[in-house]
C-alpha cells in the first residue's frame, strides 16, 4: 500500500479506531482530522494516531487523497457541502456511517459520485467517543462498501486495500441491499434489547427482584441496549423504511410464538429453539461485528478473603489482560461463580490454560 495522505472529519470511536489502524498499518501514512472538541484532537495527536488537527473544514484537506466522514449519521450530509469545495478531482471522500440509503442519494444531487464511496466497519461497542478507540476495533469485522455509479473502479479497489491493512473484511454490497442487511441484523436487535429491558423495568415488582437477580442470560442479550440513545434513534430515524420492514416481520413472528405458548403447541416451541439454535451455531465467530462477540470464561473459587485478588496476581504475572471481573450472583447459564472477560481470544485461551494449571474449574462457553 502507497503512502496516503488521509483526513478525518470526526474522531470518535469508529474514526479514532480507523486512524490508530492506518497508523498501525503504515506509520508513513498522513493522517490529519478535525474534531468539535479540542481535547479529542490533542488526545490523537498525543498518541499518534494523527499527524495535524485542523481548526476546521478548510483548504487543508485539499492535500488529502481520502477524507473519511465519521461523524453521527444525521450530520455526515451536513458535512458535504462543507467538504466539496476542498475535494480534489482525485480524492476521494468516504463514510462509516451505518446507513447509506440517504447518504447515496445526497451525493446524487450533489453530483458529487465520481468522488464518494460508501463505506461502514460493522465493528463497535456500546462505549462511544475517542478514548475507547483501538487500533484493532474492526480486526475480522466486515467492512462493507458500497461503491456509486460512477466510483472508479481503481479507486474501490485501493479502499478494500486499505481495509485489508487493518485486518477488516472488505465486501461490496449495493448500498440499498446494505440497509436492508442491517435493519435485520444490527438495527433491529439493538430496538429488541432497548424494549425487552424497558419491559421488565416497567414490569419489575415493587421490591426490583428482576432487577437485582437479572443476570446471565439477559445481561448477555440485553448489553446493547445501553448503546448511545442519540445514535440509535439517528440511525433508526435513517433507516426507517428498511427498520419497519423488519420490524412488522419481528412483530409476526413473536404473535406466531405467541399462539404456539397460548395453544400449548409444544412442538412449535421446539422446533423455534431447535431451528434457532442450528442456524446460530453455524454463524462464524468473529472478535467485531453489530454484535461484538464477548471472550470470558467462569471459575469457581472459594468465598474467602483475597480469592480475587489471587486469581487477577496469576494472570498479571503472566501478562495477561483483564477487560472486566466480577460475582455471578445468579448462576442460571453460568456454571462457575466468578466471571471473566479480556479484551482477545487468544488471552481468554491463556488464562484459561494457565488457571487450570493452578488446578481450578474453568468453563467456557460459546
Known amino acids: 500500500m502507497k503512502n496516503l495522505t488521509i483526513g478525518f472529519i470526526g474522531l470518535g470511536l469508529i474514526g479514532g479506531s480507523i486512524a490508530k489502524g492506518l497508523k498501525r498499518a503504515n506509520k508513513e501514512h498522513y493522517i490529519m482530522a478535525?474534531?468539535?472538541?479540542?481535547?479529542?484532537?490533542?488526545?490523537?495527536?498525543?498518541?499518534?494516531?494523527?499527524?495535524?488537527?485542523?481548526?476546521?473544514?478548510?483548504?487543508?484537506?485539499?492535500?488529502?487523497?481520502?477524507?473519511?466522514?465519521?461523524?453521527?449519521?444525521?450530520?455526515?450530509?451536513?458535512?458535504?457541502?462543507?467538504?466539496?469545495?476542498?475535494?480534489?478531482k482525485d480524492a476521494i471522500l468516504t463514510d462509516v456511517g451505518s446507513v447509506k440509503g440517504s447518504i447515496h442519494e445526497t451525493v446524487k444531487q450533489m453530483d458529487m459520485e465520481a468522488n464518494f464511496i460508501g463505506g461502514h466497519p460493522m465493528a463497535g461497542s456500546?462505549?462511544?467517543?475517542?478514548?475507547?478507540?483501538?487500533?484493532?476495533?474492526?480486526?475480522?469485522?466486515?467492512?462493507?462498501?458500497?461503491?456509486?455509479?460512477?466510483?472508479?473502479?481503481?479507486?474501490?479497489?485501493?479502499?478494500?486495500?486499505?481495509?485489508?491493512?487493518?485486518?477488516?473484511?472488505?465486501?461490496?454490497?449495493?448500498?440499498?441491499?446494505?440497509?436492508?442487511?442491517?435493519?435485520?441484523?444490527?438495527?433491529?436487535?439493538?430496538?429488541?434489547?432497548?424494549?425487552?429491558?424497558?419491559?421488565?423495568?416497567?414490569?419489575?415488582?415493587?421490591?426490583?427482584?428482576?432487577?437485582?437477580v437479572a443476570a446471565g442470560g439477559f445481561k448477555d442479550i440485553t448489553r446493547i441496549a445501553s448503546s448511545s440513545p442519540i445514535m440509535w434513534q439517528q440511525i433508526c430515524a435513517a433507516n426507517r423504511e428498511q427498520v419497519q420492514s423488519v420490524l412488522r416481520d419481528y412483530i409476526d413472528a413473536l404473535s406466531q410464538v405467541h399462539t404456539a405458548v397460548a395453544d400449548g403447541n409444544d412442538k412449535a416451541i421446539y422446533d423455534l429453539f431447535d431451528v434457532s439454535g442450528e442456524y446460530r451455531n453455524s454463524i462464524a465467530d468473529r472478535s467485531s461485528g453489530p454484535i461484538k462477540k464477548e471472550y470470558a470464561l467462569y471459575c469457581d473459587i472459594l468465598d474467602e478473603s483475597g480469592a480475587i485478588a489471587?486469581?487477577?496476581?496469576?494472570?498479571?504475572?503472566?501478562?495477561?489482560?483483564?477487560?472486566?471481573?466480577?460475582?455471578?450472583?445468579?448462576?442460571?447459564?453460568?456454571?462457575?461463580?466468578?466471571?471473566?472477560?479480556?479484551?482477545?481470544?487468544?488471552?481468554?485461551?491463556?488464562?484459561?490454560?494457565l488457571l487450570t494449571q493452578f488446578r481450578y474449574t474453568v468453563y467456557r462457553r460459546s
Do not use: W
Open 126 to 212: 456500546e462505549k462511544s467517543g475517542y478514548s475507547y478507540s483501538t487500533d484493532h476495533l474492526v480486526e475480522n469485522a466486515y467492512y462493507v462498501i458500497t461503491p456509486t455509479a460512477l466510483s472508479p473502479r481503481d479507486k474501490v479497489e485501493e479502499l478494500k486495500e486499505l481495509a485489508l491493512s487493518l485486518s477488516a473484511l472488505p465486501l461490496i454490497l449495493d448500498y440499498k441491499e446494505h440497509d436492508y442487511i442491517v435493519a435485520g441484523i444490527s438495527h433491529l436487535p439493538h430496538l429488541i434489547a432497548a424494549s425487552l429491558v424497558k419491559l421488565v423495568k416497567d414490569k419489575d415488582t415493587p421490591e426490583q427482584t428482576m432487577k437485582l
Open 310 to 353: 489471587t486469581i487477577a496476581t496469576i494472570l498479571a504475572s503472566h501478562q495477561i489482560n483483564i477487560k472486566n471481573i466480577g460475582i455471578i450472583h445468579n448462576r442460571e447459564f453460568e456454571e462457575g461463580v466468578l466471571k471473566i472477560e479480556f479484551y482477545e481470544e487468544e488471552a481468554s485461551l491463556q488464562a484459561t490454560e
Open 34 to 88: 478535525f474534531a468539535r472538541h479540542r481535547e479529542t484532537l490533542d488526545a490523537a495527536l498525543s498518541d499518534g494516531a494523527i499527524d495535524e488537527a485542523l481548526e476546521g473544514v478548510n483548504e487543508t484537506l485539499l492535500r488529502c487523497d481520502y477524507i473519511f466522514l465519521c461523524t453521527p449519521v444525521s450530520y455526515n450530509e451536513e458535512y458535504l457541502a462543507a467538504i466539496r469545495p476542498f475535494l480534489r
